[in-house]
């Protein structure tokens, strides 16, 4: 069975990459699909997002039959598009949960045959998110154990700039 993992990964972190392993390990084929949205919060654009989800896996050596594409509009849209029924989402907190909840119950009403299930980083993850990440790299702060080193040097670079 096919799995998607829908999220913009601005940029991917280490708690994606914790839940992209595991459904790997999972499901026998798992899709990346990365939002293509332009928005001013935004730091990296769609095919930066997605080379950094190809290069993060490849160096976080994550084995399996993963997929990386983009996607555009909604998330229901686009599975019935491609005929998936199975979605996954990571929870670190209250408010992931009241936030999935919601979307959940919409996506069912738009799209009853389509069902997310919802997994948990491990512990040293759950406060990791790419806001958080990008504040950090912002202040030069150490990213070591937040992101791969490819995304590290991309939020260098990103900064330098800015």
Do not use: W
Request: aromatic share 10%; proline share 3%.
């Amino acid at each position: 069975m096919k799995v998607v993992y829908p999220g913009t990964f601005d940029p991917i972190t280490a708690g994606h990459l914790d839940i992209i392993k595991r459904a790997a390990g999972i499901f026998e084929e798992l899709e990346v699909a990365v939002v293509n949205i332009s928005s001013k919060s935004m730091i990296f654009d769609t095919e930066e997002r997605i080379a950094l989800v190809r290069k993060s896996i490849e160096e976080a050596e994550i084995t399996g039959s993963i997929e990386v594409c983009s996607f555009e509009g909604m998330l229901v849209d686009y599975m019935r598009r491609q005929n998936y029924e199975l979605f996954i989402r990571g929870l670190r907190a209250n408010s992931d949960f009241e936030y999935e909840f919601q979307m959940q119950l919409m996506n069912r009403r738009l799209a009853p045959k389509i069902t997310g299930i919802y997994m948990m980083p491990s512990e040293h993850n759950m406060y990791l998110s790419s806001t958080v990440v990008k504040e950090v790299a912002k202040f030069e702060g150490n990213l070591k154990t937040l992101v791969t080193p490819s995304v590290e040097e991309a939020l260098k670079h990103y900064y330098r700039r800015n």
